[in-house]
């Protein structure tokens, strides 16, 4: 039996929308599931009421039918002065590892498929072993979070940062015992982007660790995720790769510069994604309810 890609997108492209508005956009062109990035805008881990509120997106979820994974990488949460900071890289990582910790616990409340995370920016006055002692240490404790909360992690390599890639995230994992609950997020974008051999390929070499994917057009070397056929990648191969390894999570837009125009937009993409898996022979031809609108920038 043909395995039918379900199609997500991530709310980092919803920044302007309210988030129970941005999933019934969701759920209303036909997504099967979101990319819930924890933030301020959205579903804050730091707000008072986020009991009530976690059980309130729970309801949500649950009536429109979407799947979930959750994300961790807003841009200024933990710090308004420095994006992404701090992270499991930097003398004190308190205030990283106490929004995973919490982000651990939102998803296993939720019923996430995956908690992703990343491992950040080397700071440049710390050097690399330090930089990958702190991490190891640093990942360790969350997947003990995990692990007593049975959720599944998803690592995320990226251009960039300490873990950029496939071989990166390989000795990582094989530095932590190669913890069961620990897989990774794969990136088609950035495997286009840095990985050496073809995104297919890059599906394949990590097949039985896929617990979370994000996808993107993206072109070689440069770091820019892109509405699908302004780039490079040939999307066909890529989601018949995804269906012959049997993953069958989330495959998530990730458009975070693209709020702007996010409905249309993310009608776009799953115009785009469903055209490309019936030419890939992995997804009967769905009709779509909405004309396609012209793109605005």
Known sequence: MTNIPRFGYGTNG?????????????ADLGYQGIALTLDHDHLDPYEPDLAARVTA??????????????????????????????????????????????????????????????AGIRPPHVDEATAWDRLVAGCAEVLAVADR??????????PGMLVPDIAGWQRLHAA??????????????????????????CVRQVA?????????????????????????????????????????????????RHSHAAPAVARRSLDFLRAAADRAGTNPTVATTVAPAGKER
């Not at 920044?15 to 129970?20: E, F, Q, T, V, Y």
């Not at 900071?85 to 498929?113: N, W, Y």
């Open 208 to 256: 039985p660790y896929l617990v979370n994917v994000q996808i993107e057009d993206m072109r070689r070397g440069v770091h820019e995720h892109l509405e699908f056929g302004d780039g490079e990648i040939d999307f066909p191969p890529v989601l018949r790769a995804l269906a012959d390894a049997d993953y069958r999570g989330l495959i998530a837009v990730e458009l975070p």
């Open 176 to 201: 932590l015992g190669a913890p069961c609950n620990l897989g990774i997020t794969l990136d088609i974008g950035h495997c286009r982007c840095l990985e050496p051999q073809p995104v297919p390929d």
């Open 14 to 26: 919803f920044a302007n929308h309210r988030l129970d508005d941005a999933l019934a956009v969701l």
């Open 149 to 158: 909360a049975g959720a599944t992690l998803g690592f995320e390599p990226e």
């Open 57 to 118: 997106v729970g309801r949500r979820l649950a009536d429109l039918d979407l799947g979930l994974v959750i994300e961790t990488g807003a841009r200024y949460l933990l710090d308004p002065w420095r994006k992404h900071s701090p992270t499991l890289l930097d003398d004190d990582p308190a205030r990283r590892v106490d929004f995973l910790r919490r982000a651990v616990a939102i998803g296993a409340d939720l019923g996430a498929e995956a908690i992703s995370f990343w």
